[in-house]
């Protein structure tokens, strides 16, 4: 089982290593389950093992082809820009009066 943190915990979502085993089985898994589009593709630390990069950067990010590590926590930094409904439609906002 792994943790997934998002945008300094906003989401923090637990998974199964079978399903996510690497960064990009990660980013999607998460995308899938909550419908999101991004501005930039994600950047994914493991945080689990300290501090080792820069958010504004980049540095120290994970390639999207790295295998994840069991029972390790990982953040997530992401531009959500628009959530999708079940027939991938965009969820607009609107003003309820």
Same mark, same amino acid.
Request: aromatic share 10%; net charge negative.
């Given at each position: 089982?792994?943790?997934?943190?998002?945008?300094?915990?906003?989401? #923090?979502?637990?998974?199964?290593?079978?399903?996510?085993?690497?960064?990009?089985?990660?980013?999607?898994?998460? !995308?899938?389950?909550?419908?999101?589009?991004?501005?930039?593709?994600?950047?994914?630390?493991?945080?689990? !093992?300290?501090?080792?990069?820069?958010?504004?950067?980049?540095?120290?990010?994970?390639?999207?082809?790295?295998?994840?590590?069991?029972?390790?926590?990982?953040?997530?930094?992401?531009?959500?820009? !628009? !959530?999708?409904?079940?027939?991938?439609?965009?969820?607009?906002?609107? #003003?309820?009066?």
């Amino acid at each position: 089982m792994i943790t997934l943190e998002v945008n300094n915990g906003t989401f #923090v979502e637990r998974y199964n290593l079978s399903d996510v085993p690497t960064v990009q089985d990660l980013v999607r898994k998460f !995308q899938d389950d909550h419908k999101f589009r991004f501005a930039a593709s994600p950047l994914v630390y493991d945080s689990s !093992q300290g501090v080792s990069g820069s958010l504004t950067s980049g540095a120290g990010s994970l390639p999207y082809d790295t295998d994840l590590v069991d029972d390790r926590t990982y953040a997530m930094t992401c531009w959500i820009t !628009q !959530q999708l409904d079940e027939n991938n439609n965009p969820i607009k906002r609107s #003003v309820f009066i």
